[in-house]
Protein backbone atom coordinates (compact mmCIF):
# COMPACT_ATOMS: atom_id res chain seq x y z
CA UNK A 1 0.00 0.00 0.00
CA UNK A 2 1.32 3.01 -0.93
CA UNK A 3 0.13 6.75 1.04
CA UNK A 4 1.72 9.80 1.04
CA UNK A 5 2.50 11.59 4.29
CA UNK A 6 2.73 15.43 4.97
CA UNK A 7 4.94 16.55 7.67
CA UNK A 8 4.64 19.69 9.40
CA UNK A 9 7.56 20.26 12.67
CA UNK A 10 6.24 23.07 14.09
CA UNK A 11 8.26 23.48 17.07
CA UNK A 12 11.49 22.78 14.91
CA UNK A 13 12.79 20.32 16.44
CA UNK A 14 12.98 17.86 13.18
CA UNK A 15 14.24 20.89 10.34
CA UNK A 16 16.06 23.79 11.11
CA UNK A 17 13.65 25.58 8.78
CA UNK A 18 10.10 27.14 9.07
CA UNK A 19 8.57 24.68 7.64
CA UNK A 20 4.80 26.36 8.56
CA UNK A 21 5.46 28.48 5.61
CA UNK A 22 6.00 24.98 3.31
CA UNK A 23 3.32 23.82 4.55
CA UNK A 24 0.79 27.07 3.81
CA UNK A 25 2.23 26.88 0.34
CA UNK A 26 1.47 22.95 0.36
CA UNK A 27 -2.14 23.72 1.17
CA UNK A 28 -2.87 26.63 -1.26
CA UNK A 29 -1.37 24.65 -4.23
CA UNK A 30 -3.47 22.04 -3.31
CA UNK A 31 -6.48 23.92 -2.90
CA UNK A 32 -5.86 25.15 -6.36
CA UNK A 33 -4.88 21.52 -7.67
CA UNK A 34 -8.17 19.76 -6.46
CA UNK A 35 -10.41 22.80 -7.08
CA UNK A 36 -11.13 23.02 -3.67
CA UNK A 37 -11.94 26.58 -3.91
CA UNK A 38 -14.30 27.31 -0.20
CA UNK A 39 -11.00 26.49 1.52
CA UNK A 40 -9.00 28.67 -0.51
CA UNK A 41 -11.38 31.15 0.07
CA UNK A 42 -11.17 30.50 4.05
CA UNK A 43 -7.39 30.38 4.01
CA UNK A 44 -7.22 33.64 2.04
CA UNK A 45 -9.60 35.22 4.66
CA UNK A 46 -7.33 34.20 7.39
CA UNK A 47 -4.28 35.43 5.86
CA UNK A 48 -6.10 38.91 4.99
CA UNK A 49 -6.85 38.79 8.94
CA UNK A 50 -3.85 38.68 10.01
CA UNK A 51 -2.33 41.08 7.42
CA UNK A 52 -4.99 44.10 8.91
CA UNK A 53 -3.76 42.58 12.11
CA UNK A 54 -7.31 41.70 12.95
CA UNK A 55 -5.75 38.46 13.94
CA UNK A 56 -2.91 37.15 16.09
CA UNK A 57 0.23 35.16 14.80
CA UNK A 58 -1.38 32.47 17.06
CA UNK A 59 -4.87 32.53 16.25
CA UNK A 60 -3.83 32.65 12.68
CA UNK A 61 -1.52 29.21 12.99
CA UNK A 62 -4.77 27.81 15.52
CA UNK A 63 -7.04 28.89 12.68
CA UNK A 64 -5.16 27.16 9.81
CA UNK A 65 -4.29 24.19 11.43
Do not use: E, Q
Not at 1 to 25: A, Q, R
Not at 35 to 64: C, E, N, P, Q, W
Amino acid sequence: MNKKVLVVDLDGTLYSINTFHHFLKYLIFHCIKTFRILLLIKIVGIFIFRIFKISTHAKMKYDIL
